[in-house]
């Protein structure tokens, strides 16, 4: 299975920006469909971007949709989330998370991914 470690996780003002990356380790992750989950206190994981191995279809959860970017460079093993026009309602503690996967499909669902990474903290302030 692949390692994750995200990073790029911190305080920023509403309207601002952040580039959270998730680099991986282990294994390349060409062969391995991506995700972005996030949880805030109190609340279920869910679903923010997916992305197939490929990069060519990717998938936006309706409350980021036009906000986060979810791209990848297999060459350097990362995958990317880019959130712009951040709401307070975006904090959350961010994942990483990664499928083997044959389909060149992206996931929207947390049970179908099998390793994660350790999250990082993102925080927006009003």
């Known amino acids: 299975q692949a390692q994750l470690v995200e990073s790029g996780g911190g305080l920023v003002q509403a309207g601002g920006s952040l580039r959270l990356s998730c680099a991986a380790s282990?294994?390349?992750?060409?062969?391995?469909?991506m995700g972005w989950f996030r949880q805030a206190p109190g609340k279920e994981r869910e679903v923010v971007a997916a992305?197939?191995?490929?990069?060519?279809?990717?998938y936006a959860a309706d409350s980021v949709k036009g906000r986060f970017t979810i791209s990848r460079d297999n060459a350097k093993n990362t995958v990317y989330l880019q959130m712009n026009s951040l709401k307070p309602e975006d904090t959350a503690i961010y994942y990483c998370?990664?499928?083997?996967?044959?389909?060149?499909?992206?996931?929207?669902?947390?049970?179908?991914?099998?390793?994660w990474g350790q999250g990082t903290q993102v925080t927006v302030s009003s």
């Open positions: 998370a990664a499928k083997w996967d044959y389909s060149g499909r992206y996931y929207t669902k947390k049970y179908e991914y099998s390793s």
């Open positions: 282990g294994r390349t992750i060409s062969s391995y469909a």
């Open positions: 992305i197939s191995r490929s990069g060519g279809s990717t």
